[in-house]
């Protein structure tokens, strides 16, 4: 087990703090083995579907960056809930620069 930091608060308002995340793993890979309520992950990470939307923390937004073309036309698809912090949790995967990351799982759209 790593030691990495993550926190997530679920779609239910849960936050769940994880003090044993490795570098490498994805957020929609920690919150699908941790049973993290709202993360599902259909396309099983292929940034082909937006159901491991997350609203990552403004304190960490510089660090964690801004989406691609590829994952900014996936989250057009939730557009409907997508904010200025909205990323997919595929495309996070956890490094010693994201020790500590504040995610909160982005509600199920509307579409």
């Known amino acids: 087990m790593g030691n990495l930091h993550v926190t997530m608060t679920d ?5 769940h703090e994880f003090s044993d995340v490795d570098a ?6 920690l919150g699908r083995a ?8 259909d ?8 159901t ?10 510089s660090e964690v960056g801004e989406p691609d073309d590829v994952e900014f036309a ?5 557009a409907d809930v997508m ?3 909205s990323r997919l949790g595929c495309q ?11 995610v909160t799982v982005a509600p199920a759209s509307g579409y």
């Open 24 to 29: 490498g793993v994805s957020l929609m890979e």
């Open 83 to 85: 904010k200025d912090t």
């Open 11 to 15: 779609i239910d308002g849960v936050k």
């Open 52 to 61: 491991c939307h997350v609203y990552v923390a403004q304190d960490w937004w």
């Open 74 to 78: 996936m989250l057009d698809m939730v």
């Open 34 to 41: 941790r049973g993290v309520t709202g993360i599902m992950g």
């Open 43 to 50: 396309c099983g990470g292929g940034c082909a579907c937006a």
């Open 92 to 102: 996070i995967k956890m490094s010693d620069d994201l020790d500590g990351l504040e």
